[in-house]
């Protein structure tokens, strides 16, 4: 069985590496990120993943400022462009986009797909507390949906009012986890992708397509409280707010490897919108390969989470 996987992380020594949520593994992951080669490879085959479309570890280039974030994109983009060159049957690529500049950052998007052949763009969340649905960022949703790419939002550390407001008082690394994957980035980038429901980014962007991972960001669980309370007031939207999710949302795992979130998932999201990924290095090819393989699911789902759905929605080449 052919598996793609999703969320899998890069970094370049100019970007550096991610300090939060890592504790006792930093310089391991540090290692893993940098390794675009053979290391990365042979983990791969390991677990049998045939695919890994790469993106850059969170924050990329969004913390910078504009100049500095379009210039530091480029050369970013340049670099990945050449890994999956060296490996164009291993990876694909998506787009870091200089955020911070959304003219540059929509420009930054059609040259990555038509020129590098990317196949979608990953957003770390907020860009300096600024979120999608702002109209400032319409050009690189519009550049998005002109060239039938998706958007991965993915989470990242909260801007400092809400670091400070929520996070306070706890031990530092207890903070950050908290902050990070141990809960905050996760339900944040569900409230992302809800203020950009709310905001009324998808009347505007009716063809938009939004990947997020971790088993949908605990959107599923909440979605019916989310359309039920939120619909009746949201009356400038053409269409409710679940279905908003069901026809613009796309669900990968990375990391979410237990049965609980899978079913939630999958009976409010359903099959043909979710991927395989793993969430490369921050979590384990092996288990990840053990759970997609261990699915209660009949055959033909299993392949449409590994491989098929990514096909479709990626336009992916058929090996
Ligand atoms: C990530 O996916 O970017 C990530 C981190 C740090 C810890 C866990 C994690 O950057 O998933
Ligand atoms: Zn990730």
Not at 113 to 136: I, N, Y
Not at 180 to 204: I, S, Y
Not at 233 to 247: G, I, N, P
């Amino acid at each position: 069985m052919r598996v793609v996987a999703l969320e899998e992380h890069f970094t370049t020594p100019e970007l550096g590496a991610p300090r939060a949520g890592v504790a006792g593994r930093g310089e391991e992951v540090a290692a893993r990120l940098l390794d675009v080669g053979e290391g990365r490879l042979e983990a791969m085959d390991a677990a049998g993943i045939d695919l890994q479309v790469l993106s850059s570890t969170a924050p990329a280039t969004q913390h910078l400022p504009p100049a500095a974030s379009v210039d530091a994109s480029r050369r970013l983009n340049d670099q990945l462009a050449e890994v999956v060159a060296a490996h164009p049957d291993r990876f694909a690529g998506f787009a870091s986009l200089p955020t911070p500049a959304p003219e540059e950052a929509g420009k930054e998007l059609v040259r990555c797909v038509e020129e590098l052949g990317f196949v979608g763009a990953m957003v770390h969340g907020h860009t300096q507390g600024r979120f999608l649905d702002d109209p400032g960022f319409a050009p690189i949703l519009a550049a998005a949906e002109d060239l039938g790419v998706p958007l991965y939002l993915h989470p990242t550390l909260p801007p400092p009012a809400v670091r400070d407001a929520y996070y306070a008082g706890l031990p530092e690394a207890v903070a950050a986890t908290l902050a990070g994957p141990g809960w905050g980035w996760h339900a944040e980038t569900a409230l992302h992708v809800l203020r950009m429901v709310v905001g009324g980014v998808f009347d505007r962007h009716p063809r938009l397509q939004l990947i997020v991972g971790h088993m949908g960001e605990n959107l599923p669980f909440s979605l019916a409280r989310a359309d039920a309370t939120l619909s009746p007031v949201a009356t400038h939207l053409a269409r409710r707010v679940a279905d908003y999710v069901h026809e613009h949302l796309w669900v990968t795992m990375s990391a979410y490897f237990t049965l609980p979130p899978f079913e939630c998932a999958r009976s409010v999201i359903g099959i043909d919108r979710m991927l395989f990924s793993v969430d490369y290095p921050f979590a384990d090819p092996l288990a990840g390969r053990r759970f997609l393989d261990g699915l209660p699911v009949p055959p033909a789902d299993r392949e449409k989470l590994a491989h098929g759905n990514a096909e479709r929605l990626l336009r992916l080449p058929l090996p």
